[in-house]
């Protein structure tokens, strides 16, 4: 099947083709954590690379529970023009633009110095990295529910800025992805033990989320494969979820994997028997179709056209593209065009994998921040210089995320909804 076909989804929104620009952390927020002008540059390149479908980094529902300290916050309506801006640049090109929505639970860095919140007071175990991240404190009742209400309002707010649709974030280790993990989650109550109770919050964010937006605004829910460590979230389960979100009115599941105490998703985990090296998802997401009524996307080291169309034929829908189309953001539009480019950035052999992982995620914000000035990319940059920039920058920014936390984070109420480079061991993966 082509690579440029177009993609109809279960709401009847249409993907012009069937390559994706992937999440990735970009951490360029402006001084009030709205898109800065920076940002808008960015997403216009991707806008008009060709690619069907532009999903955002993360976009944190929850200004106290940051991924990264110069990540982007949507929990009013304070700064929506600058979101409608955002929107409006990225649907240049004709393509469908979602938001990723995520909350990070117990992977919130340290140095932010925030009180972090997980189903369950398990700490990340990174080894020598593990300080950089607090003992979290479970969550009561009451918390699950303000973090289920912010999922669906920030949802509905970016249907009001034009964004197509919203991407729910339930990988690569963060809150909902640690609801699912029984290595995560040891709750005895309704949020934990079983699986179906492991994926109750996720479940019922999807149902509110479809509830409280128009047919056409399209719902997508990104989701481990498996989490890559023994005794996690597994193959099966991931079925069984996919299976789950069957009859919520899902439009697209992305099949990624890992976290970052295993971080598959940057292609290593601690057990590499089950990683292989290139599209390194899609053998899950062969076995996931079985079960899958909706269409499914795979993202993970896909840089060549030949493994983009393997996934295509593989009866996948979508294939997600990150690091590529940070190095080459016309990437879609010059295989349309015939040309044969595979861009990769260069190798990271260390044997700390935490730190490679935050290495070659430093790789990929380095060609970010020289797309949106303007800049040529630079894919052969030493990964030491740009992880070592990426952590002085990442200091900085953590100084004045604390200053604005306490100087000049408006609260967010829930009458707002009617109305209105990291210091973590991957760089802030989104």
């Given at each position: 099947?082509?690579?440029?076909?177009?993609l109809t989804l279960p709401n009847g929104a249409v993907i012009p083709n069937r390559l994706a620009k992937a999440a990735m952390e970009e951490n360029m927020a402006d001084a009030d954590h709205a898109p800065s002008d920076e940002?808008?540059?960015?997403?216009?390149?991707?806008?008009?690379?060709?690619?069907?479908?532009?999903?955002?980094?993360?976009?944190?529902?929850?200004?106290?529970?940051?991924?990264?300290?110069?990540?982007?916050?949507?929990?009013?309506?304070?700064?929506?023009?600058?979101?409608?801006?955002?929107?409006?640049?990225?649907?240049?090109?004709?393509?469908?633009?979602?938001?990723?929505?995520?909350?990070?639970?117990?992977?919130?860095?340290?140095?932010?110095?925030?009180?972090?919140?997980?189903?369950?007071?398990?700490?990340?175990?990174?080894?020598?990295?593990?300080?950089?991240?607090?003992?979290?404190?479970?969550?009561?009742?009451?918390?699950?529910?303000?973090?289920?209400?912010?999922?669906?309002?920030?949802?509905?707010?970016?249907?009001?800025?034009?964004?197509?649709?919203?991407?729910?974030?339930?990988?690569?280790?963060?809150?909902?992805?640690?609801?699912?993990?029984?290595?995560?989650?040891?709750?005895?109550?309704?949020?934990?033990?079983?699986?179906?109770?492991?994926?109750?919050?996720?479940?019922?964010?999807?149902?509110?989320?479809?509830?409280?937006?128009?047919?056409?605004?399209?719902?997508?829910?990104?989701?481990?494969?498996?989490?890559?460590?023994?005794?996690?979230?597994?193959?099966?389960?991931?079925?069984?979820?996919?299976?789950?979100?069957?009859?919520?009115?899902?439009?697209?599941?992305?099949?990624?994997?890992?976290?970052?105490?295993?971080?598959?998703?940057?292609?290593?985990?601690?057990?590499?028997?089950?990683?292989?090296?290139?599209?390194?998802?899609?053998?899950?997401?062969?076995?996931?179709?079985?079960?899958?009524?909706?269409?499914?996307?795979?993202?993970?080291?896909?840089?060549?056209r030949a493994v983009a169309e393997k996934v295509i034929d593989s009866s996948i829908a979508m294939a997600g593209m990150a690091t590529a189309l940070a190095i080459e953001p016309d990437l879609p539009k010059r295989w349309k065009?015939?040309?044969?480019?595979?861009?990769?950035?260069?190798?990271?052999?260390?044997?700390?994998?935490?730190?490679?992982?935050?290495?070659?995620?430093?790789?990929?914000?380095?060609?970010?921040?020289?797309?949106?000035?303007?800049?040529?990319?630079?894919?052969?940059?030493?990964?030491?210089?740009?992880?070592?920039?990426?952590?002085?920058?990442?200091?900085?920014?953590?100084?004045?995320?604390?200053?604005?936390?306490?100087?000049?984070?408006?609260?967010?109420?829930?009458?707002?909804?009617?109305?209105?480079?990291?210091?973590?061991?991957?760089?802030?993966?989104?």
């Amino acid at each position: 099947m082509s690579l440029f076909l177009p993609l109809t989804l279960p709401n009847g929104a249409v993907i012009p083709n069937r390559l994706a620009k992937a999440a990735m952390e970009e951490n360029m927020a402006d001084a009030d954590h709205a898109p800065s002008d920076e940002l808008i540059r960015l997403y216009r390149a991707w806008g008009q690379g060709g690619a069907g479908l532009v999903i955002t980094g993360n976009v944190m529902i929850d200004a106290r529970a940051m991924t990264g300290p110069a990540g982007v916050v949507l929990e009013n309506d304070r700064h929506l023009d600058r979101f409608r801006t955002w929107a409006h640049t990225a649907r240049a090109g004709s393509t469908q633009i979602w938001m990723q929505i995520n909350h990070p639970g117990r992977q919130m860095p340290a140095s932010l110095g925030r009180e972090t919140l997980a189903p369950s007071a398990i700490p990340l175990d990174l080894g020598r990295q593990s300080k950089m991240f607090p003992v979290p404190r479970a969550m009561t009742a009451a918390d699950i529910a303000d973090v289920q209400q912010r999922f669906v309002n920030t949802a509905r707010l970016a249907e009001r800025a034009g964004f197509t649709g919203v991407e729910i974030h339930a990988a690569h280790g963060y809150l909902l992805s640690q609801f699912l993990s029984p290595l995560a989650n040891h709750r005895t109550d309704q949020w934990g033990g079983s699986l179906e109770n492991r994926a109750r919050l996720l479940l019922d964010i999807v149902r509110d989320t479809r509830a409280a937006v128009r047919p056409a605004f399209s719902v997508a829910v990104k989701l481990n494969s498996a989490d890559f460590q023994r005794g996690g979230f597994s193959p099966e389960d991931a079925r069984s979820v996919v299976r789950m979100l069957g009859g919520l009115g899902v439009d697209l599941v992305e099949l990624s994997g890992g976290s970052y105490e295993a971080p598959a998703m940057m292609g290593t985990a601690r057990d590499e028997r089950t990683l292989a090296r290139e599209a390194y998802f899609l053998d899950f997401a062969r076995e996931i179709k079985t079960v899958a009524t909706m269409p499914l996307m795979v993202t993970g080291g896909i840089r060549r056209r030949a493994v983009a169309e393997k996934v295509i034929d593989s009866s996948i829908a979508m294939a997600g593209m990150a690091t590529a189309l940070a190095i080459e953001p016309d990437l879609p539009k010059r295989w349309k065009q015939g040309h044969d480019d595979a861009p990769a950035l260069k190798p990271i052999g260390w044997k700390n994998k935490a730190l490679a992982s935050a290495a070659h995620m430093a790789a990929v914000r380095y060609q970010m921040v020289r797309l949106a000035s303007g800049r040529p990319t630079r894919p052969l940059v030493s990964p030491l210089m740009a992880f070592i920039r990426a952590q002085l920058t990442g200091r900085r920014q953590a100084r004045a995320y604390r200053a604005w936390m306490v100087n000049g984070a408006p609260p967010w109420k829930a009458g707002d909804t009617a109305a209105g480079m990291t210091m973590c061991p991957l760089g802030g993966k989104a």
